[in-house]
């Protein structure tokens, strides 16, 4: 578990040294989505850079991959489990780079219209409040070694 949670806190690092480089729009990078079976749920996670300077927030998404899609908040209970709370919207303030990520905020596919695996491709569009969509490709992958499996509560 503490090797999980080094490999955890090393990718954060990475990851925030990465976002440096911010573009001068929003913009999402580093997207993926969890494998997963027809019918089961599965959730997208991914950086969203706002580099403008002006507030926004991410109102929803729509993918053909799943019945439903919605923005959710993964937190921590007092008693130690996880529990996912349903989100209206995200804020993605001025300047700054909100990550979606296991345990966090993610993107909850409802109801997957077929199997997800890896190396499959799924197309996700993301609704702002000010700006107009961005549609995305996004690869599935295996949360077996991200340090992810089941923190969401997603996997059956
Ligand atoms: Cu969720």
């Known amino acids: 578990m503490k090797k999980i949670l080094f490999a955890l806190i090393l990718t954060s690092l990475l990851l925030t040294a990465c976002g440096a480089n911010m573009p001068n729009e ?15 749920n599965s959730a997208a996670y991914m950086l969203i850079q706002n580099g403008t300077d002006a507030d926004d927030d991410l109102i929803g998404a729509v993918s053909d991959a799943a019945q439903a899609v919605e ?24 300047g700054k780079a909100v990550e979606l990520k296991p345990g966090s905020y993610h993107v909850m596919l409802i109801g997957l219209t077929r199997d997800l695996k890896a190396g499959d491709e799924i197309s996700l569009t993301l609704k702002f409040k000010n700006r107009e969509d961005i549609t995305l490709t996004i690869p599935v992958k295996d949360a077996a070694g991200m340090g992810g499996s089941g923190m969401d509560g997603h996997m059956p």
């Open 71 to 94: 923005l959710h908040l993964s937190q921590m209970k007092a008693d130690g489990t996880m529990e996912m709370l349903q989100q209206q919207s995200i804020a993605l303030p001025a």
């Open 26 to 40: 929003v913009a999402a990078k580093d997207f993926w989505a969890r494998a997963g079976m027809k019918d089961g």
